[in-house]
């Protein structure tokens, strides 16, 4: 079997280089804010995680020994869940799915190499016998579309829990 990251280009981190003048600067406000963002355990990962836990899924978080370290992990089901933030791995058609104004080349690259890295992990997933779900941030805000969302890609005998009834 060839290695898949041979196969995909390589992108390198622009370098950490002082201010010139003529370029955009970066408000500290942006940098505290950009400092904040978490890998695991966002708000909307905790949202899902609730959902599903209701909904009677039992689930492993952050497998290391799985491609991309998914979110959620159905082992039963064989199921790998990734809850993706809409800016960061850039939902299509998704409002929040901006790109910033400033240092834009930079921006385009990051997310590029994100969506790339999503699609072979994917991938390197379904080689592994693994079925692999995207939960999108956006679709974390509606509670009751969610467990129906959920419900719908995680598949099982649990529809009267979705629909109030008891076991």
Same mark, same amino acid.
């Given at each position: 079997m ?6 995909? @280009?390589?992108?390198?981190t622009p370098?950490i280089? /002082? !201010? $010139? @003048?003529?370029? @955009?600067?970066?408000?500290?406000a *942006?940098s505290?804010?950009?400092? *904040? ?6 708000? @909307?990962?905790?949202i899902?995680r609730?959902?599903a836990?209701?909904?009677g !899924?039992?689930?492993? =978080?952050?497998?290391?020994d799985? /491609?991309g370290?998914p979110?959620?992990v ?11 933030g809409?800016?960061?791995h *850039?939902?299509?058609?998704c $409002?929040?799915?901006?790109?910033p104004?400033?240092r834009?080349l ?7 190499a994100n969506?790339r890295r999503?699609q072979?992990? &994917? ?5 592994l016998g693994? $079925? ?6 956006c679709e974390t805000?509606n509670?009751e579309? =969610?467990r &129906?969302?959920l ?6 005998? $649990?529809l009267s829990r979705?629909?109030?009834?008891n076991?």
């Amino acid at each position: 079997m060839k290695n898949s990251e041979s196969l995909l @280009p390589t992108f390198e981190t622009p370098e950490i280089r /002082p !201010y $010139r @003048p003529g370029e @955009p600067t970066v408000s500290s406000a *942006r940098s505290a804010l950009m400092a *904040r963002v978490r890998g695991a355990n966002t708000k @909307p990962e905790l949202i899902v995680r609730r959902a599903a836990h209701a909904l009677g !899924y039992r689930f492993r =978080l952050h497998r290391r020994d799985l /491609p991309g370290s998914p979110d959620l992990v159905f082992p039963r089901l064989r199921v790998a869940l990734f809850v993706h933030g809409c800016f960061w791995h *850039r939902h299509e058609n998704c $409002r929040r799915a901006t790109t910033p104004k400033t240092r834009t080349l930079f921006w385009s690259t990051k997310f590029e190499a994100n969506v790339r890295r999503d699609q072979r992990v &994917v991938a390197e997933l379904a080689a592994l016998g693994w $079925r692999s779900e995207i939960i999108w941030e956006c679709e974390t805000i509606n509670p009751e579309k =969610l467990r &129906v969302e959920l419900h719908s890609r995680l598949g099982s005998s $649990r529809l009267s829990r979705i629909k109030g009834g008891n076991h």
